[in-house]
């Protein structure tokens, strides 16, 4: 089944912080992140596994309640560069995922 | 993490002709897995390919329409068959494991 993420977009000033969620009806194995820019393929951002801690990339992090199947990712002092759509990708077990829906950050000057 | 060179990276098809779509993975990986996307939407699963055995596919993407190819852990193609308009999407191709996924940069396909 696949995973809800909210928002569905979001519009930032530069420097301001974002939180996408991303919750799922099934007990999940991992969550990951990615990032979509407009006519590009989705690019990787991170991964987190059941019973690993919460990530960090830059000023991008993501954390995962296992009991309550969610995720968060944290955008902080956003720039530019991070608009674009962010998809939560979930798996059951190690093997295919299954993705939300997406969430479009738009980042203003 | 793992990178993937897929081509073509877009192409324009008559219907009822064929495509196949390339992926090659710049290391060795047990799971490859084909997506299809359309503009604006989530990405939707097709199959999981694993080198060795048939794919697994999704419901309502059955063998006839897209078959796969898995002849090794760095390679694998997806066909298109029998096109119709409403086959005109992005497809894409991913790799990964715990460490994380890598998408190929998308097959953007048309139908006429």
């Known amino acids: 089944q696949q995973p809800v993420q909210s928002p569905q977009a979001v519009i930032l000033r530069e420097g301001e912080d974002a939180v996408i969620n991303c919750s799922s009806s099934?007990?999940?194995?991992?969550v990951h992140w990615y990032r979509q820019k407009h006519g590009e393929a989705p690019v990787f951002l991170m991964i987190?596994?059941?019973?690993?801690e919460q990530k960090g990339h830059e000023k991008i992090s993501a954390s995962f309640n296992e009991k309550k199947q969610q995720s968060s990712l944290y955008l902080t002092a956003s720039q530019l560069s991070y608009s674009g759509t962010y998809f939560c990708g979930t798996n059951t077990n190690a093997g295919k995922s299954t993705f939300g829906d997406g969430t479009t950050l738009t980042v203003k000057p | 993490s793992a990178v993937i060179s897929q081509k073509p990276s877009r192409d324009i098809c008559q219907r009822g002709t064929s495509l196949t779509i390339q992926c090659q993975v710049d290391s060795q990986v047990t799971m490859m897995f084909w997506y299809r996307q359309q503009p604006g939407q989530s990405l939707t699963l097709i199959a999981t390919a694993n080198q060795g055995s048939e794919a697994t596919y999704e419901s309502g993407f059955v063998i006839d329409k897209f078959p796969i190819s898995r002849p090794n852990l760095t390679f694998s193609t997806l066909t298109v068959s029998n096109m119709s308009p409403e086959d005109s999407s992005i497809y894409l191709c991913?790799?990964?494991?715990?460490?994380?996924?890598?998408f190929g940069s998308g097959t953007r396909l048309t139908v006429v």
């Open positions: 099934k007990a999940l194995y991992s």
């Open positions: 991913s790799a990964g494991a715990d460490y994380g996924y890598t």
């Open positions: 987190l596994l059941k019973g690993g």
